[in-house]
């Protein structure tokens, strides 16, 4: 496995998915999206919409609309518990995080036609002590890492299909984003049934161990 040291806390891991992997993982996504199917959220006060797309599978699921940013166990629109987090999450979890305890949400963000996500720190839970675990599948994206700090130096590493990226311990609370998706990079989410685009899966554990 090939791991790559970013600065302290992240670690990159190119291609951690073999494209077999990655074919499983998409299968499971198309049984969570018949079960989840993806909604838009919305910013806390005003309403605007975001212009990715979510889905969550595991025990809680990350939404945000008027009442803010929070976990919750159900689907915002089915009102329906989130699907299981297929066992090949909880393998990469566990290779990838082995110190942490398990994984609560994973939360599946779908981006496509110009959709980007803006610098945020992932802070809506309630313990920091695991790290985030981030994989990538379809078209590469521009991911962008700074520190703690909005204003702290930024780095840019392509994300693409396949790839891994873990921040914990000093970048826990990084702020990170999505400049830019490279539209048609990948082929692989025409085969669930998807127009392109990408979609990132971040594993978060929530609640102290
Ligand atoms: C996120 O921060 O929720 C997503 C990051 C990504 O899409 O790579
Ligand atoms: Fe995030």
Same mark, same amino acid.
């Given at each position: 496995m090939t791991r790559v040291?970013i600065?302290?806390?992240v670690t990159y891991h190119p291609g951690y998915l073999s494209a077999?992997q990655q %074919?499983?993982l998409?299968?499971? $996504?198309?049984?969570?999206?018949? !079960?989840?199917? @993806?909604?838009? +959220? ?50 990469a979890?566990?290779?990838l ?15 496509? %036609?110009?959709?980007?996500?803006? $610098?945020?720190?992932?802070?809506? !839970?309630?313990? @920091?002590?695991? +790290?985030?675990l981030s994989l990538s599948l379809g078209d590469t994206a521009v991911f962008?890492i ?11 590493l392509k994300l693409s299909s396949g790839d891994a990226l873990v921040f ?10 999505i400049?830019?998706v490279l539209?048609?990079s990948s082929?692989l ?9 990408r979609i990132n899966l971040t ?7």
């Amino acid at each position: 496995m090939t791991r790559v040291g970013i600065k302290p806390g992240v670690t990159y891991h190119p291609g951690y998915l073999s494209a077999d992997q990655q %074919g499983v993982l998409l299968a499971a $996504l198309a049984a969570i999206l018949r !079960e989840a199917p @993806f909604f838009t +959220p919305r910013m806390p006060r005003t309403g605007k919409p975001f212009s990715v797309r979510m889905t969550n599978c595991g025990k809680l699921g990350w939404v945000s609309d008027e009442g803010g940013y929070r976990y919750q166990e159900t689907h915002p629109e089915t009102g329906r518990p989130w699907p299981a987090m297929p066992r090949i999450l909880i393998a990469a979890w566990q290779e990838l995080a082995p110190e942490a305890p398990l994984p609560e949400a994973c939360l599946v963000n779908y981006y496509a %036609g110009g959709a980007r996500m803006s $610098l945020h720190q992932d802070r809506d !839970e309630q313990d @920091f002590g695991a +790290p985030v675990l981030s994989l990538s599948l379809g078209d590469t994206a521009v991911f962008r890492i700074g520190g703690t700090a909005r204003r702290d130096p930024t780095t840019s590493l392509k994300l693409s299909s396949g790839d891994a990226l873990v921040f914990g311990g000093p970048a826990r609370l990084a702020f990170h984003g999505i400049d830019r998706v490279l539209t048609g990079s990948s082929t692989l989410l025409a085969q669930a049934g998807l127009d392109g685009g990408r979609i990132n899966l971040t594993l978060r554990r929530v609640s102290p161990a």
